[in-house]
């Protein structure tokens, strides 16, 4: 099993939150959220792109907490999923890293997330929260969709097996032109912004999906075999020193 999890009980925002707490009136926010099981180039990728594209000013890495109720050993402690993703951006001054959801009790919901990174960094503060077109798909059914959608601004990217011209019949968006995003499809089109009455709005963005899958990567490393260009080197070093994903 996973083994020398480092102690997050003491533990607070990183410097980077910190440096991101400056009273800056038009801060412009990146947030990805994930259970970073493990973080690797791909995660990576995407931020780099979206801080290029929409010249945010800092991304800032959310993991995900520990389930009340495990279903299997897949995922890793928490703190180890923290700290790869620590070592991971530790050079790169454009990322930041919360530990906000793995230090909240009970249930996390994005909405308590976004509210209390509003309350954190100022109303005028611009959220991107960025998030698969999968995941996006399923917004009608999260927690206070609509007060979310007001809060911070979508960011969408593609995903493996799915398909921009799904929006189409999506709940809670306008009605959106079918060739507009056919060519998000094909990559004719790069960007499409999508306006919505007292909401800060959706940006879907064509990029190519990320083909690095986490669970290949978990189970590489169970049988022992290459992850060269998978993971930050301190992420791999990270995980054989600490068996992590390792069965005994």
Known sequence: MNSSAPDLRHSSLPPPDSALSTQHSALKLGLLGGSFNPIHNGHLALAGHVLDKLQLDHILFIPTGDPPHKQDGSLAPAAHRYEMVRLAIADKPAF?????????????????????LQHQFGPSTDLHLLIGLDAFLDLPNWKDPRELLRRCRFVVVPRPGQSFQSLATMPLLPVL???????????ESLRLDIAIPSCRGI??????????????IRERIR????LANLLPPLVGSYILQHHVYQEE
């Open 96 to 116: 930041g890293l919360s530990d906000m959801e793995i230090r909240r009790t009970g249930k996390s919901y994005t909405i308590d997330t976004v509210q209390t």
């Open 177 to 187: 032109p079918p060739q507009a995003l056919m060519q998000l499809d094909t990559g």
């Open 203 to 216: 940006v879907c963005l064509s990029i190519p999906p990320c083909s690095t899958s986490a669970s290949d």
């Open 223 to 226: 049988h022992g075999m290459t």
